[in-house]
């Protein structure tokens, strides 16, 4: 069966660094989604991507994240300078085609841990 | 997108139906009610979703009411790995991507 794959599962990052978190979404699939959940808490929204391009974010998702799909294969989520309050579990997501009511498919998530 | 109410937690017996309620009282015509869960801190996982007739896979079922204000989902003969968080959520249609806003969901606990 097909699935979303994420790497690493787990990386920690200090303060002020830059993370490149790494998805590889299912092959056929056109949307791209990146969300989080800080420990104990809901699970958020970030960003939708189609296209090449963003189709829609949220208020989180603010000038220090970014979103590339480098290649064919990737699609990456890129936090340029992590806070503290970054840390959380980031599960990308992909869904496919051109129907208003497909699923979405989950990573297994990356856990990042800002010290 | 419609707003969704949930029990925050539920126990069922292992092997017995677990039977999972879902308030959306302010869902439009466009909407679709969408489940998922959550084992432990694992990435979301896809259960089913409909929009006005009661749809069944290999999963679950899952029944709307005819004025569309709620559903439930039942998981048939719930085993001890259905333990998880359930998430309702109503999604607007109308746009190519499946963009979800979580809520705190009903953790399931199923008892053996």
């Known amino acids: 069966e097909p699935e979303v794959t994420q790497t690493p599962s787990h990386q920690v990052t200090q303060m002020g660094q830059e993370v490149i978190l790494r998805c590889v979404p299912i092959s056929n699939h056109l949307y791209f989604y990146w969300y989080r959940q800080i420990l104990g808490q809901k699970v958020e929204f970030l960003v939708s991507f189609y296209n090449n391009e963003i189709s829609e974010k949220s208020e989180i998702f603010d000038d220090q994240f970014s979103v590339e799909r480098p290649d064919g294969s990737n699609f990456t989520l890129k936090i340029r300078s992590t806070k503290l309050e970054d840390s959380a579990m980031y599960f990308c997501?992909?869904?496919?085609?051109?129907?208003?009511?497909?699923?979405?498919?989950f990573g297994q998530g990356t856990r990042l841990t800002v010290v | 997108d419609a707003k969704t109410t949930q029990p925050p937690s539920m126990d069922c017996a292992e092997g017995r139906a677990a039977n999972l309620p879902c308030n959306h009282s302010?869902?439009?015509?466009?909407?679709?009610v969408y489940w998922y869960r959550q084992i432990h801190s694992q990435g979301p996982q896809y259960i089913i979703h409909g929009l006005k007739n009661n749809e069944t896979n290999e999963m679950a079922s899952l029944i709307i009411t005819e004025d569309r204000k709620s559903s439930t989902l039942i998981l048939p003969h719930a085993t001890l790995r259905d333990t998880a968080v359930y998430y309702c959520i109503v999604r607007l249609s109308g746009t190519g991507a499946n963009n979800l806003f979580f809520g705190t969901g009903t953790r399931l606990t199923v008892i053996p």
């Open positions: 997501a992909s869904s496919g085609g051109q129907g208003r009511d497909t699923e979405a498919f």
């Open positions: 302010t869902i439009s015509g466009n909407e679709y």
